[in-house]
């Protein structure tokens, strides 16, 4: 036979001489070497692979057996399992018909003599690669990632006690005969359990019991609510436990009667239970929005449905994970999320407290009188404004303040002072006040308002008596002031006409607002150039760069007032939205913010959101409309003017409260006060000397 087999290994010889040359120092042991590992290659050609007592290699590396007798001398044979997965550390190379191992470093550095042999070239590749990896999945301390004929060396440093995974593969699935020498280094062995330490419930997975004599006694220990089969070394486990964790046990007992206990810990992961957000307070009455946050299971995504006790009214919603309730019933509620994951579903509910209807008023005055919403208050210039939040149920009866959130809007401008207001507003206006009433945790008030007048300073005189007087002439002046006409107060301040029809803005379909103004002026004419003084409206929508706004006159002239800049930009309110209503059918309408495109107007909405990026919420005031109100020259005034409000981009929405227009007739809103003769202030009066 040796005859036969020397012209076989030459080549072998002679490259592993080539690679001894690198490894040792001296002429003679280069020489030696190959011929020792001609014939150790002679014998392991001759013997059993795997010798006797070695484990066959395994096809994946959380099976990989644990070689209790040692890599040297150990030889095999690569089978074909042609399950492709990547070669870590080697991003270019893919694993074939990879086969591995598992050893116990007991020294520090170890060097590994990989030959191959007899390469069959199965799909026109010869050769093998390989790697030492320092667990299943973790990084490599050695690799071979050319595809080679000839021995190859894998060297690493490594920590002793720790387990370590060797990896052979053949190229493009090349069937090579192989062997292994430790040049340096040792191993040792203990009895190991080898399997996954993390799960999913229902998953069945085997478990190894490495480094274990054939002689061995093995007792697989019971594993609480958990189906297993035992099949020598190997124990299959069906983990159907409801339990976080476990552990895989198993005493070994030799033939010298010495028993060791060994265990795996298993973590199993279990479909847990979603949180349920939403409002716990709300009352009677209202539409509440509940969300469940996305929730997988070992890469599963449930089915959800949803159930609400009998006090709501559970309303249909376009998305799964968001519903909307309409609450019908005081007293403990609740609603609950039921994910479905294949044949296990798991419930979580939220607890809800629905408190009776509720109602705010608002009073007035110092100490606080009732007032009627609809009227307005007259104030003089130097009075503060007091006003007084009240909380009552459908009875009348007061609701405790201290579980409410008081927030007073006096025109675009928020006062969050409790339910007790008192401010100085600026003399010569008219406002309207807002009341906004929540609890922190669900209940929403029905907002209440009402208008504020207050009065403009007098500044005009009378000087009695009147000239001429003559030089030398002692005279007595007095002065009086001028009686000043009052100040009507309407739902828009300072408009000539107003729409105060609340609309809803449809969200991202494409679909348009449509809000009409008819004006009827006695004796107005075509617009001339600058007579449009404002376009106002009062707004709130959660991304400001969503919309698309442009008025219309009576001919049909049309300019775009805020324009839409593609789906592009960061998010920018408009007013106060509400936040929690996206994906619902109708949206809630939040707090309106006042702005205006005047032709005075420094920038549009879109390049003040630009040049103030961190602003978020666009304050309200006067805008440069994006195409120019010149347009309007030549309409005529009288007639149908129409507002237009599109949101082109999809999920934020918002509402449209009013607008109004400004032809600067001074119909309605602010009047300018006329005086008698001719006014002066009393601080530049200055007498004329006459002869």
């Known amino acids: 036979m040796m005859p036969s087999l020397l012209p076989i290994l030459v080549k072998p010889a002679v490259e592993t001489h080539a690679i001894f040359l690198r490894k040792w120092s001296t002429l003679a042991k280069s020489l030696v070497l190959p011929l020792i590992l001609l014939l150790s290659i002679n014998l392991e050609l001759k013997g059993q692979c795997p010798p006797p ?36 550390d080697c991003p270019a190379n893919t694993l074939n018909n990879d086969e591995w191992l598992s050893f116990e470093a007991a020294s520090s550095t170890i060097s590994l003599l990989i030959t191959p ?28 990632c050319e595809c ?134 709300p009352c009677v009455g209202n539409m509440s929005v509940y969300t469940a946050l996305d929730n997988e299971y070992c890469n599963e995504v449930p089915n959800l449905f949803w159930t609400v006790s009998s006090g709501g009214d559970l309303l249909s919603s376009p998305n799964p994970s968001s519903i909307q309730v309409q609450w019908t019933d005081q007293g403990l509620q609740e609603v609950c999320l039921h994910q479905i994951f294949g044949t296990d579903t798991v419930t979580s509910c939220l607890g809800v407290n629905v408190l009776p209807m509720l109602h705010a008023t608002i009073l007035v005055g110092n100490p606080p009188m009732p007032f009627n919403a609809d009227s307005t208050i007259h104030l003089c210039p130097t009075d503060s404004l007091n006003l007084t939040a009240l909380i009552s149920d459908s009875n009348g009866n007061p609701y405790p303040d201290s579980a409410f959130n008081f927030r007073w809007l006096i025109e675009g401008n928020q006062f969050l002072s409790g339910k007790n207001l008192s401010v100085k507003l600026p003399a010569g206006n ?103 003084k404002a376009i106002c409206a009062n707004l709130e929508h959660s991304w400001m760069r969503d919309l698309e706004v442009t008025l219309t ?84 005034i009288n007639g149908d003017w129409t507002l237009t409000v599109t949101d082109r981009w999809a999920i934020d929405n918002g509402y449209l409260f009013y607008w109004s227009l400004d032809f600067g007739y001074g119909i309605s809103g602010t009047q300018t006060l006329s005086s008698i003769g001719s006014p002066t202030t009393a601080s530049r009066f200055i007498p004329t000397t006459v002869s």
């Not at 920038?603 to 010149?630: D, E, K, M, R, V």
């Open 430 to 532: 008219c406002y309207k006040v807002n009341l906004d009433a929540s609890i922190l945790l669900g209940c929403q008030v029905q907002d209440t308002s009402l208008n504020v007048e207050i009065a403009s300073i007098p500044v005009a005189v009378e000087i009695f008596p009147a000239p001429p007087i003559c030089e030398g002439e002692s005279v007595t002046l007095s002065a009086t002031t001028l009686p000043y006409a009052p100040l009507p107060c309407e739902d828009n301040p300072g408009g000539d006409a107003s729409n105060n029809t609340n609309l809803a803005i449809p969200d991202g379909d494409g679909t348009s607002v449509e809000s009409v103004i008819h004006v009827d002026i006695p004796q107005a004419g075509v617009l001339a150039p600058n007579q449009l």
């Open 117 to 144: 042999t007899n390469c069959q070239g199965t799909n026109g590749q010869f050769g093998m690669q390989g790697a030492i990896y320092e667990s299943c999945g973790g990084m490599a301390v050695a690799t071979q």
């Open 553 to 636: 006159c009576p001919n049909g002239q049309t300019a775009i007032l805020h324009n839409h800049p593609g789906q592009i930009g960061g998010e920018f309110y408009l007013g106060i939205p509400y936040q929690n209503d996206e994906g619902l059918p109708t949206p809630f309408p939040g707090t309106g913010y006042p702005y205006c495109w005047t032709p005075d107007g420094n920038q549009t909405w879109i390049q003040y959101a630009n040049s103030h990026p961190s602003n978020y919420t666009l304050p309200s005031g006067n805008y440069q409309s994006f195409q120019p109100l010149s347009i309007f020259n030549g309409c005529p």
């Open 148 to 281: 080679t004929e000839s021995p190859f060396l894998l060297e690493a440093n490594l920590n002793p006690g720790q387990v370590y995974y060797l990896v052979l593969d053949g190229c493009a699935g090349d069937i090579c005969d192989f062997s292994v020498e430790m040049l340096e280094g040792s191993t040792a062995c203990q009895p190991i359990i080898v399997g996954p330490t993390s799960v999913c419930l229902g998953d069945t997975v085997v478990y190894v019991l490495n480094g274990v004599g054939s002689s061995a006694n093995i007792e697989w220990l019971p594993i609480p609510n958990a189906s297993t089969s035992i099949n020598g070394n190997n124990l299959e486990v069906v983990w159907n436990t409801y339990y976080d964790s476990s552990l895989v046990c198993a005493l070994v007992t030799d033939t010298n009667q010495v028993s060791q206990l060994l265990c795996l810990h298993v973590q199993i992961n279990q479909p847990f239970p979603a949180n349920v957000y939403g409002p716990t307070m």
């Open 53 to 88: 007592g070695s484990p066959s290699t395994s096809d994946s590396c959380v099976q990989a057996p644990l070689l209790c007798t040692g890599l040297d001398g150990y030889c095999g044979t690569l089978p074909t399992n042609n399950v492709l997965q990547p070669l870590p």
